[in-house]
């Protein structure tokens, strides 16, 4: 099964950075895509904007509080997660989230930008992984099994045109 999703957006809102009582730092964010959509019929051009909450863990979440702010143009590539939760109303309450595993800052780094932030200018973009975790923890490698030699059939010498084929 593939749970993969790409976005290309401008953050709306600095990113709000957590750091849990384990240690590990988590950092989300909202991301605006906006797909432009035009109508034959009338000749005009709208836009449809989505809103989307990015959760980053460890090293993206290190990088994000570092250098992601608002108006900041980012590559995100990740998964998409629902959660549930149940409020002190008993009213059950559904959120679905991209956690990032991929994170490419767009844009060129700009002059007068806070600790280090983006502008969303076109320039190389500079990329950021989340390391891998195994899902699942693979076999022993067995020993190597070493192969016969081949065996060739001698070719009689007597007529060459008699190949073995």
């Known amino acids: 099964m593939i749970n993969k999703v790409i976005l290309v957006g401008n953050v709306g809102q600095d990113p709000e950075i957590r750091t849990l009582e384990t240690g590990v730092k988590v950092a989300r964010l909202r991301l605006a895509t906006t797909e432009r959509i035009f109508n034959r019929q009338t000749n005009e051009t709208t836009e449809q904007t989505e809103w989307h909450t ?41 959120a679905t989230e991209i956690v990032a595993n991929e994170m490419k800052l767009l844009g060129r780094r700009s002059e007068g930008a806070q600790q280090g932030g983006y502008a969303p200018q076109s320039a190389p973009a500079q990329q950021f992984q989340q390391p891998q975790q195994p899902q699942y923890q693979s076999a022993p490698a067995a020993a190597p099994v070493q192969e016969p030699a081949p065996v060739v059939a001698p070719v009689p010498a007597s007529d060459p045109d008699d190949l073995p084929f």
């Open 54 to 94: 990015v959760t980053m863990w460890r090293g993206l979440a290190d990088v994000a509080d570092k250098y992601v702010r608002k108006g900041s143009q980012l590559y995100i590539e990740g998964s998409l997660r629902t959660r549930d939760w149940t409020d002190s109303n008993n009213q059950k309450h559904y």
